[in-house]
């Protein structure tokens, strides 16, 4: 089965940065639709943070542009370094990995708090 394993997150004062990283296994590259990262504040949706198609393409919400990055690689790694970290960035994060056949599988989330 497809199983996604997160690393990284933690504390880090504002203006700091962390880099999360999430090892995908269970599935070929050739059927992945995309890769990406999600994040869930106390009392709020989830929401889409940064998302990779492949070939190069990224999307990012507004309030992290700029902010973050996200890269994958071959071996089906998917990362996201943070940079200025902002209290409002505050949450549980989440790798997500999209099939070909339109299934979401998920990391099993990680906290990161950012202090003013």
């Known amino acids: 089965q497809v199983q996604l394993v997160e690393s990284g997150g933690g504390l880090v004062q504002a203006g700091g940065s962390l880099r999360l990283s999430c090892q995908a296994s269970?599935?070929?590259?050739?059927?992945?639709?995309?890769m990406g990262w999600y994040r869930q504040a106390p009392g709020k949706q989830r929401e889409l943070i940064a998302l990779?198609?492949?070939?190069?393409?990224t999307n990012y919400r507004d309030s992290v542009q700029g902010r973050f990055t996200i890269s994958r690689d071959s071996t089906k790694r998917v990362s996201l370094q943070m940079n200025i970290l902002k209290p409002e960035d505050t949450a549980v994060y989440y790798c997500?990995?999209?099939?070909?056949?339109?299934?979401?599988?998920w990391g099993q989330g990680t906290q990161v708090t950012v202090s003013s």
């Open positions: 997500n990995v999209q099939s070909l056949a339109g299934s979401d599988y």
């Open positions: 990779s198609l492949g070939g190069g393409t």
């Open positions: 269970g599935i070929i590259n050739t059927n992945i639709r995309s």
